[in-house]
């Protein structure tokens, strides 16, 4: 089995309900972010009787934190083993007590997933809440979304309810590292457009 996420983008409106969740359950850091919302959009202005008007604007949010990907970078560039990807339910976590904090991991990962906690000297990612399930939970930002646009579980039944699409703008191409992800895209998807949030890491 392989655990992955399933992520609304066509519901979700930027709340930041599933950032905080993480951030409280994992106790981070201010500004390390292990669940992060990016606001993309784009559009342009155009002139009509002398005033300028909006055309064509659009705005949509995707969450992301780590996809537990089939080939995850993360695993196969950590120098000393610290990132690990279980073979019973395919999550990728990292073992601190191995961990150096070198960040290779952060500079490898095409999502920006893995982060450096400097006040422990570690790298940090989403574990899926490894405790929760193992207690028979579901992941804090799952929980705490407000629009239920979170889902998590078998990535092969969430692709069979949902579709198979992970790839969106702006997040990088998915052939490199195959995520467990899926996603219901904006009706917006695929028109260019820039990141908006400037707290947001994509590597």
Same mark, same amino acid.
């Given at each position: 089995?392989? *655990?992955? +996420?399933? +992520?609304?983008?066509?519901?979700?409106?930027? #709340?930041?309900?599933?950032?905080?969740?993480? %951030?409280?359950?994992?106790?981070? $850091?201010?500004?390390? &972010?292990?669940?992060?919302?990016?606001? *993309?959009?784009?559009?342009?202005?155009?002139?009509?009787?002398?005033?300028?008007?909006?055309?064509?604007? +659009?705005?949509?949010?995707?969450?992301?934190?780590?996809?537990?990907?089939?080939?995850?970078?993360?695993? =196969?560039?950590?120098?000393?083993?610290?990132?690990? &990807?279980?073979? /019973?339910?395919?999550? !990728? *976590?990292?073992? /601190?007590? !191995?961990?150096?904090?070198?960040?290779?991991? =952060?500079?490898? #990962?095409?999502?920006? =997933?893995?982060?450096?906690?400097?006040? %422990?000297? !570690?790298? %940090?990612?989403?574990?899926?809440?490894?405790? *929760?399930?193992?207690?028979?939970? %579901?992941? @804090? #930002?799952?929980?705490?979304? $407000?629009?239920?646009?979170?889902? +998590?579980?078998?990535?092969?039944? $969430?692709? =069979?309810?949902?579709?198979?699409?992970?790839?969106? @703008?702006?997040?990088?191409?998915?052939? @490199?590292?195959?995520?467990?992800?899926?996603?219901?895209?904006?009706?917006?998807?695929?028109? /260019?457009?820039?990141?908006?949030?400037?707290?947001?890491?994509?590597?």
């Amino acid at each position: 089995m392989q *655990y992955g +996420f399933y +992520f609304d983008a066509d519901r979700c409106g930027s #709340c930041k309900a599933c950032v905080m969740a993480c %951030r409280d359950k994992n106790d981070t $850091l201010l500004g390390l &972010k292990l669940r992060n919302v990016i606001d *993309y959009g784009g559009g342009t202005w155009t002139e009509k009787d002398g005033i300028m008007q909006p055309d064509g604007v +659009f705005v949509y949010a995707v969450s992301l934190s780590c996809n537990h990907c089939a080939n995850p970078a993360c695993v =196969a560039n950590c120098p000393t083993g610290a990132m690990t &990807k279980r073979e /019973e339910d395919g999550i !990728v *976590y990292v073992d /601190e007590s !191995v961990c150096i904090g070198c960040g290779t991991c =952060a500079q490898s #990962c095409p999502y920006g =997933a893995p982060r450096l906690d400097t006040e %422990r000297g !570690v790298s %940090r990612k989403c574990n899926l809440c490894m405790d *929760y399930l193992e207690e028979g939970g %579901r992941p @804090a #930002c799952v929980d705490a979304c $407000l629009m239920r646009c979170l889902d +998590f579980g078998d990535i092969d039944e $969430l692709r =069979a309810q949902y579709g198979d699409t992970c790839d969106i @703008a702006p997040l990088p191409e998915s052939s @490199a590292t195959n995520p467990s992800l899926v996603i219901n895209p904006s009706p917006h998807a695929g028109k /260019e457009g820039v990141i908006i949030n400037l707290d947001c890491e994509l590597a």
